[in-house]
């Protein structure tokens, strides 16, 4: 019983990174950080255009989509592993 809910716990440590690594290649989180260089910039009193500067994206779409698409199998897991233990073990003599 330890051991699952260890391994549920491992694999939910898995979906959350995973839910943290798909959003960090979203336009999003780029543009977040876009916003953030520029204040960098600004303090600095330095110029730069950034018009010309992109941020480009560095995984496709479908790539992105199927990370979230595991961490969610992965934080579903948990609750899964965790019931299984729990439910279970409620009905042996």
Not at 4 to 33: P, Q, V
Request: with cysteine.
């Amino acid at each position: 019983m330890i051991g699952t809910i260890i391994f549920a716990i491992i694999i939910g440590i898995l979906g959350i990174f995973f839910l943290y690594y798909s959003y960090r290649y979203t336009s999003d989180y780029h543009e977040k950080n876009r916003k953030s260089i520029e204040k960098l910039r600004k303090s600095q009193m330095r110029e730069f255009d950034l018009s010309k500067e992109r941020l480009s994206l560095r995984m496709p779409y479908w790539y992105n989509k199927i990370f979230f698409l595991l961490a969610g199998i992965m934080i579903i897991c948990i609750d899964f592993f965790i019931w299984y233990s729990g439910v279970f073990n409620l009905y042996r003599p």
